[in-house]
């Protein structure tokens, strides 16, 4: 890659990164929240993978993309459950 296209790139991601960041944070539901963190998680990945920082970004998809909604994604289904309480 040259680098006027890597610089495009990081520069996509991270204005991708930095848009999601506020969509989640401005989401009221809490499961659009969290489909929307995992985006956000997504897009961080691209932009440490643009950064050429690959082990960051491996870590980023386990966490922020598979482990905190598999984490919360029960928490909500079994909050909002059937209105007993």
Do not use: H
């Amino acid at each position: 890659m040259t680098a006027t296209l890597t610089t495009v790139l990081q520069a996509v991601a991270l204005t991708l990164a930095g848009v999601l960041a506020v969509a989640t944070v401005l989401a009221r539901d809490p499961l659009r929240q969290v489909v929307v963190y995992g985006l956000f998680g997504l897009s961080l990945v691209m932009a440490f993978a643009t950064m050429m920082a690959p082990d960051v970004a491996i870590a980023e998809v386990a966490v922020s993309s598979i482990g905190v909604p598999m984490v919360l994604l029960p928490v909500i289904y079994l909050t909002r459950g059937s209105g007993k309480g």
